[in-house]
Nanobody, 122 residues
Framework: QVQLVESGGGSVEAGGSLRLSCAASGYIDPSYSMGWFRQAPGKEREGVATIDPYSLTLYVEAVRGRFTISKDNGKKILYLQMNSLKPEDTAMYYC????????????????WGQGTQVTVSS
């Protein structure tokens, strides 16, 4: 059974940094991409960044240049380094694993974690 467990969220002031982690357990198809998504209150879940099995990455425009997605295949951990945080980055952040290399949330993301809260104050 696959489990994804996020950690590293918290409260920071604007301009600060956080690093999110997502620990995976169980068997995940090695062809799957991994991704980070976020959902703010009253808004739909949106993609943030994804990384494919070859470590190619995609970012949404809102975070490009500030956030970095990476992974440690040996430890089965996905990371999201978030710098220069803004109040609009406040959201619950989720990691996911799925068969498509895209930042778009959809049914192709097969496994989801429970999320970790990020709050950025101005």
């Amino acid at each position: 059974q696959v489990q994804l467990v996020e950690s590293g969220g918290g409260s920071v002031e604007a301009g600060g940094s956080l690093r999110l982690s997502c620990a995976a357990s169980g068997y995940i198809d090695p062809s799957y991409s991994m991704g980070w998504f976020r959902q703010a209150p009253g808004k739909e879940r949106e993609g943030v960044a994804t990384i494919d099995p070859y470590s190619l990455t995609l970012y949404v425009e809102a975070v490009r240049g500030r956030f970095t997605i990476s992974k440690d295949n040996g430890k089965k951990i996905l990371y999201l380094q978030m710098n220069s945080l803004k109040p609009e980055d406040t959201a619950m952040y989720y990691c996911a694993a799925g068969e498509m290399f895209t930042v778009v949330a959809g049914d192709w993301w097969r496994y989801w974690g429970q999320g970790t809260q990020v709050t950025v104050s101005s």
